[in-house]
């Protein structure tokens, strides 16, 4: 099995900064996609950014420019670190990773989840 686990959340005030991180471990032979989205209540969660293993990167427009995903790929860890926030980027925040597992299988999976709260 693969376990995502995510820390770094918190309550900032609009303008501040957080860096989300999210590690993986488990029965992984590989990484190729990681990637964060975030649920906002009442809201369908959303893309927010993603990387694959050789660095190239997207980010949902909402975020461009304030936003930088990074990648340890010797860690399997993936990085957030949002800049500028906004009130309206408040919600759950989701690490998500497609693992090509030991077992040559290939499945996403995702983090439990933390809570970025931007106050105004």
């Known amino acids: 099995q693969v376990q995502l686990v995510e820390s770094g959340g918190g309550l900032v005030q609009a303008g501040g900064s957080l860096r989300l991180s999210c590690v993986a471990s488990?029965?992984?032979?590989?990484?190729?996609?990681m990637g964060w989205y975030r649920q906002a209540p009442g809201k369908q969660r959303e893309l927010v950014a993603q990387?694959?293993?050789?660095?190239?990167?997207g980010y949902a427009d909402s975020v461009k420019g304030r936003f930088i995903i990074s990648r340890d790929n010797a860690k399997n860890a993936v990085y957030l670190q949002m800049n500028s926030l906004k009130p309206e980027d408040t919600g759950v925040y989701f690490c998500?990773?497609?693992?090509?597992?030991?077992?040559?299988?290939?499945?996403?999976?995702w983090g439990q989840g933390t809570q970025v709260t931007v106050s105004s």
């Open positions: 998500n990773a497609h693992v090509t597992t030991t077992a040559r299988s290939l499945y996403p999976f």
């Open positions: 488990g029965s992984i032979s590989s990484i190729n996609l």
């Open positions: 990387i694959i293993s050789g660095g190239s990167t």
